[in-house]
């Protein structure tokens, strides 16, 4: 890999490069012939996966630490027929590895529970998420969906999938005692019983479902609360998710997952927006008409060292119109009115909720927002700050627990009904600071409304009643169950056993996505002669590579592909859930496809969107996150141990540059003469300023995969450090990777 590529000798180099990538890795204190390479995410499709995997094998201690570990429950005969899956997500920073080999996890893999046999030793966890899939590995979380596998969604990936999630974060830098908390969590949905164990400090917990409960019992009870309806690509609005070899509902079929009445698809009943298929509120509003509640707390320092911040509202439903500045507010409307202090005094303040905002799905989401920039109130008085987020969810938190209106004796204020107390003494957050323990989960919902249960969220209600699992977001503000954890803690996390299966069923043959190969964007075009990845379920029973010496076949691993118009797919590698392909040059100038897996059935096929320039870089974690798959003057990998000089060459790999001269055929390997140099001229940015390409166009020996060579520009700002690299062709741009600058 010259400069340039521009003689022999440089097509030499990219065959030494070759044979030097495919030698067995040697993870740390290894040696050649004990290595294993971790797990990957992407099916290797040519010698660029050894580069590409080069970056997940990293040497050294970890201090600060947290085990993980795994552990499947279920009968013998349950975990052969649906294997467990693992997967780390969640939008935080990941610093994790494998227990057993040291090989560094990323987010966004599929790992087997039998790759990690030692469990995962865990540095630091962000606002992490663990996801836990059942017979088939998750496929739809990608770096531009914050690594959430789809869930809701009947016409993508997962959804037919069983899997469930566990929150946890862990930060070695918080002080004792608040360095981790891990929980379970049905907020989203209830799939699969799990069980967190967590021993050492600053105390051993557990959070489990409870004895006697199964997950059949558990889907049948919430599944009946939304009338059973089953979402479907047709319609869905339903909340029970079917697959195959789910749980079995009575005359509903195999139910993998109950979504729940935050995330459910809302629509519109009888002109009335927002309606779910879970119990309407409608009623509780109505009673809320004659009485208000007083929302009032702290919301802490908003600066460590700063002023306490607080909050006084009395929140009441209009019965008449009136106006409030020159805000006008109509009959139904919620108005919050009273004061606020971030430091400087009381400031009068009210918000003003039209009651077409109001709906069931807001207050099951305890969110009125109607996006990002909508809160869905009217700011009448006072000024917007982050405070106000705070008391709004107190409130739609308390309609879910039950609290607002309440008659029963409040445990924290003796003498004082729930409804008549400030929300301070259910949540603790007294307004001057000296805060006071919450109210228990067990004294909310049919606690707090025991005459009447569509006065509060039953979803969650049921949840708290069978298990430590959060039924909705705000659970936590109550003496909910989180399991806290420090540094040398471990934590364990468990499938927990269930009746023996009596249906495992194979899953129908079909496509639920094609996404760019190096930058995994769901959203977004691929172009012709680029690589692609297809997941879905294919007929394949193990992973197939394509032979290195040959044009790609059509027909691998007893997998093909067909396009419409009767062109078949070249096919790189295939395996039970995904295929890698390459997108035929034939495709320049095209808008679209579509792409069916050969003899599925019908209504099975998926539109693929096509561009002229879909540009994606290769990353180190092959996800199209982190390290970009890069190599230096000298032909070795950069990151972290080797990181790039300001003014040295860099030659970076990508796919779907476009069209190139001296064009090869489609699943035709790049030859080393005449180069395949692009008809367009990529744009790299390096930290904001643009560096100097010297060659952009297909690697000599490779099929789809691009090289780009260019020069690190001179930074106004030092290195060392991370630098964000992107590239851009023909108006469109590239993932963004960080390249490592010293």
């Not at 993508?156 to 360095?179: H, S, V, Y």
């Not at 228990?440 to 249960?453: L, N, V, W, Y």
Request: net charge neutral; glycine share 12%; with cysteine.
């Amino acid at each position: 890999m010259g400069k340039a590529l521009p003689t022999l000798s440089g097509a030499t180099r990219v065959r030494e490069v070759r044979q030097r990538t495919v030698q067995p890795l040697v993870p740390p204190g290894g040696s050649a012939g004990n290595a294993t390479p971790p797990p990957k995410r992407g099916i290797p499709a040519n010698p660029i996966r050894t580069v590409l995997a080069l970056g997940l094998l990293l040497a050294g201690s970890l201090r600060g630490t947290v085990q993980l570990q795994f552990k499947d429950l279920r009968d013998a005969a349950d975990v052969t027929a649906q294997p467990a899956w693992i997967m780390f997500g969640g939008a935080g920073e990941l610093s994790a590895k494998n227990t057993a080999d040291g090989s560094v996890l990323v987010k966004g893999y599929r790992y087997r529970l039998s790759d990690l046999p030692q469990g995962v030793t865990l540095s630091k966890f962000i606002s992490g998420r663990i996801f836990l899939s059942l017979g088939a590995a998750l496929v739809s979380a990608y770096t531009d969906n914050g690594y959430a596998p789809n869930f809701a969604n009947p016409s993508l990936c997962d959804f037919n999938t069983r899997w469930d999630k566990i929150e946890l974060t862990f930060n070695p830098a918080a002080k004792p005692g608040n360095q981790g908390g891990a929980n379970l969590t049905a907020q989203d949905f209830f799939g699969i019983r799990l069980r967190i164990d967590t021993t050492g400090t600053p105390a051993p917990a557990t959070l489990t479902y409870a004895d006697g409960s199964t997950a059949a019992g558990i889907m049948q009870n919430l599944g009946k609360l939304a009338g059973f309806k089953v979402s479907t690509s047709s319609d869905a609005t339903g909340a029970v998710a079917l697959g195959t070899n789910g749980v079995t509902i009575p005359n509903v079929g195999q139910a993998v997952r109950i979504i729940s009445p935050a995330s459910v698809q809302p629509f519109t009943a009888q002109g009335v927006a927002g309606t779910t298929v879970y119990p309407s509120f409608a009623n509780y509003l109505n009673s809320l008409k004659s009485g208000k509640t007083i929302i009032s707390g702290n919301n802490g320092q908003e600066i460590t060292g700063g002023p306490l911040t607080s909050y006084s509202f009395t929140a009441a439903l209009a019965s008449q119109q009136s106006t409030i500045g020159s805000v006008t507010v109509n009959p139904g409307d919620l108005v919050m009115s009273g004061t606020m202090n971030i430091g400087a005094g009381d400031v009068a303040t009210a918000l003003v909720f039209p009651a077409g905002n109001l709906t069931d799905h807001a207050i099951y989401g305890a969110d009125p927002a109607k996006s990002g920039t909508d809160p869905g109130y009217v700011l009448a008085q006072g000024t917007a700050n982050p405070i106000l987020a705070r008391a709004v969810a107190d409130y739609f938190s308390a309609l879910n627990f039950g609290f607002a209106g309440s008659t029963v004796d409040n445990p924290q204020m003796p003498g004082t009904p729930i409804g008549a107390s400030p929300s301070w003494t259910w949540y603790g957050n007294k307004p001057d600071g000296n805060n006071t323990n919450p109210l228990s989960i067990q004294k909310a919902f049919g606690f707090a409304q025991p005459s009447d249960p569509t006065r509060y969220n039953q979803y969650a209600a049921y949840l708290s009643g069978v298990s430590d699992a959060y039924g909705f977001a705000y659970n936590d503000r109550l003496a909910s169950p989180l399991a806290s954890f420090d540094d040398g803690s471990t934590v364990a996390i468990s499938i927990l056993k269930e009746p023996a299966l009596t249906n495992v069923t194979t899953a129908p043959s079909g496509i639920c996505s094609v996404v760019n190969s190096a930058s995994f964007v769901t959203s977004g075009p691929v172009a012709a002669g680029s690589l692609a990845t297809v997941f879905g379920t294919f007929p394949a029973t193990a992973l197939t590579v394509a032979p290195g010496n040959a044009a790609l076949p059509t027909k691998l691993g007893g997998v093909s592909l067909d396009y419409s118009g009767g062109t078949q797919a070249s096919l790189l590698a295939v395996a039970p859930q995904q295929v890698n392909i390459q997108v035929p040059w034939e495709f320049t100038g095209m808008t679209s496809t579509t792409l069916t897996v050969t003899g599925a059935p019908a209504g099975t096929s998926r539109t693929v969107q096509l561009a002229a320039y879909a540009p994606g870089i290769f990353t180190l974690t092959a996800n199209g996150d982190g390290r970009p798959a890069a190599l230096d003057a000298a032909f070795h990998v950069i990151d972290d141990k080797n990181p790039a000089q300001v003014g040295s060459v860099v030659h970076l790999f990508a796919t779907g540059l476009g069209a190139v001269n001296n064009q090869p055929a489609t699943g035709a390997a790049t030859p080393n003469t005449p180069l395949a140099t692009t008809t367009a001229n990529p744009t790299v940015t390096v930290g904001g300023q643009q560096a100097q390409v010297t060659f952009s166009g297909l690697a000599p020996g490779f099929i789809g995969l691009y090289q780009v060579d260019f020069t690190v520009p001179d930074l106004t700002v030092a290195a060392p450090g991370d630098f964000p690299l992107s590239l851009s062709i023909g108006g469109a741009t590239s993932n963004t990777t960080n390249l490592a600058l010293h």
